[in-house]
Nanobody, 124 residues
Framework: QGQLVESGGGLVQPGGSLRLSCAASGFTSDYRAIGWFRQAPGKEREGVVCTSGSAGKIYVADSVKGRFTISRDDAKSTVYLQMNMLKPEDTAVYYC?????????????????WGKGTLVTVSP
């Protein structure tokens, strides 16, 4: 069992950029899928960007293609979500999540460890 802590959320104007961080602790070095999900007000949680591991497959939601990018710094045990050209519809609580050790499936139902989320508000 590991812990994930998101940070970097806040208020940004449409067209602006923001970078979210996900600090991981208590995880083994085993390969696992990790990614970002979000839940907008009154909406169900949805996948945003996910990677199945180092140099592995990357999945990006159609709604954020060309705008959001996932990256990682293994030395810092941190995963990032770079968000560019933000739109009002991107407003949501963003969650970092990871699958169990040895699992590389990015489906939301496969995620077993979740952060508490960080709020991103895109408004003029």
């Amino acid at each position: 069992q590991g812990q994930l802590v998101e940070s970097g959320g806040g208020l940004v104007q449409p067209g602006g950029s923001l970078r979210l961080s996900c600090a991981a602790s208590g995880f083994t070095s085993d390969y696992r899928a990790i990614g970002w999900f979000r839940q907008a007000p009154g909406k169900e949680r949805e996948g945003v960007v996910c990677t199945s591991g180092s140099a592995g497959k990357i999945y990006v939601a159609d709604s954020v293609k060309g705008r959001f990018t996932i990256s990682r710094d293994d030395a810092k045990s941190t995963v990032y979500l770079q968000m560019n050209m933000l739109k009002p519809e991107d407003t949501a609580v963003y969650y970092c999540a990871a699958a169990s050790a040895g699992s590389y499936y990015c489906a939301m139902d496969n995620m077993r460890d979740w952060g508490k989320g960080t709020l991103v508000t895109v408004s003029p």
